[in-house]
Structure formats: structure tokens, C-alpha cells
């Protein structure tokens, strides 16, 4: 397979996961106009759980299959790919409904876990139910996108994931509309609308690779008679060497989620608030402020992950002098679109949160703190997941595994010390701990291997972290002229942070240009230079 094509179809999935994430993170500005702090409230306690036992129950689909079944294909052997799929079908069924039962019949024991209020454990019960119905689907949809991947073809899994994604935003807003405007009803009803928006998404994802499979069964077929038929191999083996691929993709996959799931089963218990100012407080933390958070780290690493494709090929070669040029291009994308943007969103959290989340008291205190000390944390994300998926270009996908569970029993040690002593952001806290502990873990591992030596990027840091400073002093100034960091009204919080991203983008990329950073990110060399 040449490597344009690798990088071409990657680039198409980096695209469409781009488009589902954005989605996804910017529906709950309306979603929270309309049904408020209690409407997230009970999402974000219902999607959680669900997000956990779906990729459990997924086994790290599309990507492991999608290996398994190009690694067989490129043998000649395109009937185990076939078998794959039609046992594949089966289990991925069985476990679809075995995670449906766990979510349904556990949202009792999940909401007591949280330590949830006795008034409000039966909303949350009734949310985390309705959830779990899409949960009977996404796995046999997860496994026919892999199954196409595995063909090089990555356009249906590019288009039933945009697909889903629009129709389950769409199916949120419109029901939250009806529900809250229309017919004056409660959030309770509207956030049971949201998680069975769900099911709808993920059916409307499922109609459209359907239709890919209709369109394309017969070619594949004619594949599978053509060719000639290699040693049968056994389901046991098939499975097992499944799993080894998929192992690595559900932790990488689920390590927010688990991050978050700690926060929420702790939050009651050790963040010594009263129940009004902890649905404030719960939303923001693991749900409102941690959508802007992502933005950042969706964007560098959707495009860093364009890298990793033509590292694999590299690495199969051994040519190491190539991986490591990969390494670094992989790095500098992450670092320079991520740095500029977590300064940004934290020197503008408390204008941020007032526009778009919250302008009165106490929700824009509340809310505007944690953003500040939560969006340096995507920074944290983005490094921890292209270091990842560096690992998986280099065959070392157990080391994620690894440096997963150590970030995550930190994290657990940390969170109750962390919040006692710092509240509201010692969560935060423990999260960015727990995260640099796997960084520095994947990042050993990928040192070892490859030999790389970070200094390659140490010159390309210091020329990022110091047109950041200048960013930053840039914002200062449109602070001072406009009074302040706290915004007193949505009007003047949208002035000042429109003039601030125009200003500090066009600083930092004026600067960059200029000193020949820019070319060097994008791939041209040129010395970089300081006048």
C-alpha cells in the first residue's frame, strides 16, 4: 500500500473524527442555555458510564479489526477476513447486549457509587437507562467500520461517523427545544431526550455503513472466490490476536472517560459544598469547561495523527532516521497549535465560560476558575495521546497500557488529598499529575526504542513558549482597555474575546512566519531565526 494512500485515507478519518468531535463539543452551549445546570447535570452522570462500558463492549473496534483484517488481505487471505466479520457480527451482538444489561440493570448501584442525592438518584437512574439502549448497536456498527478500514477504504467510517454525529446533535437540540420552550416541561425529560439521542445517532450511523455493504458486498465476494484460500486458521486464534490489537485502542480510548469517572464517584464525597453550588460545580468540571478544554487537543491530534501511518511503514523498515523525522513532525503539530491555545483559553476562562455558559453570580466565579486551571490540561491530553498512538506506529502498544493504569492509580491515590486541600481544582489537579506520569512513561519507551532525542524540538519549544509570553501580553493589554478579566455583561465579553483570539493569533502567527517556525511546522525547512 504506497503511503499516499496511507496518509490520504488517514487524513479523511482525521477530517471526519475532527467534524463528530466538534459537534459534539460545542451542542452543549445551546443544550445548556435551554435546560441549565440541571440539564448537564444528569447528561454528563449518564454519558460517563456509558462511554466506558461502550468501548469495553466494542473490544477497541473499528482500528483492531481494521489491522486484522489488512494484515490478511495483504497475505492473499481475504476469507478469514470474512469469518472475522460473520463471528465478529455475532459477538459483537452478544456484547452490545451484554453492556446494555450491565448499564441498565447497574444505573442503581453506578448512582449510589456517585453518592448522587436521594432526589435526584432516580433522575440520574432513569437518564443512564436510556443511554444504554444504543449501546445494543454501536458495536456492530463499530465492526463493520473497521472491516472497511481494513480495505483501505475509509470513506464509510468517515461518513457514518459524521452522520451520527449530526443526527444525534440534531435530535438533541430540536427534542431540548420542543421540551423546554416549546412545551414548558422539565430538564429531567429534556437530558432523557439527550442520552436516547444516542440510539438515534448511532442508527442513522449504522443505516449509512449498511449502505456502503449493500453497494459493495458483491466485489467482495468475487475477492474471496478468486483468490486462493491459505491454512484455516482456528476463532480462538483469530480472537486472541483480535485482542491483542484491540487492548491498546480501548485504553486509549477510554482514559478521559476513566479520569472522569473518578471525579464523579469522588465529588460528593470530598468536595465539602452544598448541593446547589455541586450541580454548578459537577457540570463545569466534568463536562462544560472540559468541552472547550478538548477543542485544542482535537485539533492537534487529529492532525498529528496523520503522521502516524507513514511511521508505521518507516519502523516496518527500520528506518529509524525516518521514524524519528516522523516523531518530531508528530510533536511540533501538538506543541504548536496546543501551547498558543491552552494560554489562550486560560488567560480568557472567566470571558469564555460568562459568553457562552454563564454570565451571573455564582456560576461565572465557579465556572470561570475551573476553566483557567482546566485548560492547561489539554495539553496534557494532546501529548499523552500522540505519544500513544507514536507507540502503536512502533509496535508498542503495551506500554500504553501501562502507563494508563499508572496515571489512573495516581490519580485515585491523588483525587481525595487533592480535593480536601485545593476543592473546586484538585481534581484538576490530580488529573494533570496523573497524566504526565503516563507521558513521561510512553515517552521513555519511545526513547529506548528509537533512540529519539527530544532535544530535536527543544530549539522549536523555546521559539513556542516564548511568542505564547508575547501572545499573552498582547491579551493583557486588550484587558486593561476594556477593564478587566471578569466580564460584566455577554456583550462585552464577546468583544473582548473576539479581539483577543484576532490579536493573539495574528501575533503569534506573525511571529512565527517570521522567524521561519512556520515553515519548518508545515514541513519546509528553513533555519529558524531571532531579530
Known amino acids: 500500500m504506497a503511503t499516499s494512500k496511507i496518509i490520504r485515507g488517514t487524513m479523511i478519518l482525521a477530517v471526519a473524527a475532527f467534524i463528530s468531535k466538534f459537534l459534539g463539543i460545542l451542542f452543549f452551549i445551546p443544550y445548556q442555555a435551554m435546560t441549565g445546570y440541571e440539564g448537564t447535570f444528569l447528561y454528563q452522570f449518564a454519558y460517563t458510564p456509558y462511554a466506558i462500558i461502550l468501548s469495553i463492549s466494542t473490544m477497541g473496534l473499528p482500528l483492531a479489526v481494521a489491522k486484522f483484517v489488512s494484515k490478511y488481505n495483504a497475505l492473499g487471505d481475504y476469507e478469514t477476513g470474512r469469518r472475522l466479520l460473520r463471528s465478529g457480527l455475532l459477538l459483537m451482538s452478544a456484547t452490545g447486549v451484554l453492556g446494555f444489561l450491565c448499564l441498565f440493570l447497574g444505573s442503581p448501584w453506578i448512582a449510589n457509587l456517585y453518592g448522587v442525592g436521594k432526589t435526584d438518584v432516580g433522575n440520574v437512574v432513569l437518564v443512564m437507562r436510556v443511554v444504554s439502549i444504543a449501546i445494543i448497536i454501536v458495536p456492530v456498527m463499530s465492526l463493520l467500520r473497521g472491516y472497511f478500514q481494513g480495505f483501505e477504504s475509509m470513506g464509510p467510517t468517515a461518513a457514518s461517523q459524521v ?23 422539565s430538564a429531567v425529560t429534556a437530558a432523557a431526550l439527550a442520552t436516547f439521542a444516542a440510539f438515534v445517532g448511532a442508527v442513522a450511523g449504522l443505516y449509512v455503513v449498511m449502505r456502503y455493504w449493500v453497494v459493495r458486498r458483491p466485489d467482495a465476494r468475487k475477492n474471496v472466490q478468486t483468490r486462493a484460500r491459505r491454512a484455516r486458521i482456528s476463532l480462538l486464534s483469530m ?11 480501548v485504553a486509549v480510548g477510554i482514559a478521559l472517560q476513566l479520569y472522569q469517572a473518578i471525579d464523579q464517584a469522588m465529588v460528593f464525597h470530598y468536595l465539602h459544598y452544598g448541593d446547589n453550588m455541586l450541580k454548578i460545580i459537577i457540570p463545569d468540571l466534568t463536562m462544560n469547561d472540559q468541552k472547550f478544554v478538548m477543542i485544542p487537543d482535537t485539533l492537534a491530534t487529529s492532525l498529528a495523527a496523520s503522521v502516524v501511518p507513514a511511521m508505521i511503514v518507516s519502523y516496518a523498515k527500520r528506518d529509524l532516521e525516518d521514524v524519528n523525522q516522523k516523531i518530531t513532525q508528530a510533536l511540533q503539530l501538538v506543541l504548536f497549535l496546543t501551547i498558543p491555545a491552552v494560554a489562550g483559553l486560560s488567560i480568557l476562562g472567566y470571558t469564555v465560560h460568562g459568553l457562552l455558559i454563564d454570565i451571573s453570580s455564582p456560576g461565572l466565579e465557579i465556572g470561570g476558575r475551573i476553566l483557567r486551571w482546566y485548560a492547561p490540561s489539554a495539553l496534557f491530553f494532546s501529548l499523552f495521546e500522540v505519544t500513544a498512538s507514536i507507540l502503536q506506529g512502533i509496535n508498542h ?17 491523588l483525587n481525595p488529598v487533592c480535593m480536601l486541600l485545593f476543592g473546586m481544582i484538585g481534581p ?32 522549536q519549544l523555546s521559539h513556542i513558549i516564548a511568542y505564547t509570553i508575547i501572545m499573552l501580553l498582547s491579551i493583557s493589554l486588550i484587558f486593561k482597555l476594556f477593564g478587566g478579566t471578569f466580564p460584566t455583561s455577554r456583550g462585552s465579553a464577546a468583544i473582548v474575546l473576539f479581539l483577543s483570539i484576532g490579536v493573539g493569533c495574528l501575533v503569534y502567527l506573525v511571529l512565527a512566519k517570521w522567524t521561519g517556525l512556520l515553515r519548518k511546522i508545515m514541513g519546509r525547512s528553513r533555519p529558524l531565526r531571532m531579530r
Do not use: W
Request: charged share 15%; hydrophobic share 55%.
Open 428 to 459: 484538576i489537579i490530580a488529573t494533570d499529575i496523573g497524566y504526565t506520569v503516563s507521558i513521561i512513561i510512553n515517552v521513555a519507551t519511545i526513547r529506548r526504542t528509537t533512540g529519539y532525542r527530544f532535544s530535536m524540538i527543544a530549539r
Open 163 to 185: 452522520a451520527e454525529q449530526i443526527v444525534r446533535v440534531a435530535f438533541i437540540l430540536i427534542s431540548a427545544f420542543i421540551v423546554m420552550v416549546i412545551l414548558h416541561g
Open 239 to 249: 480472537y486472541r490476536e483480535l485482542t491483542a490489537y484491540a487492548v491498546p485502542f
Open 397 to 413: 502498544q503495551r506500554t500504553t497500557l501501562i502507563s494508563l493504569a499508572s496515571g489512573v492509580i495516581l490519580k485515585l491515590l
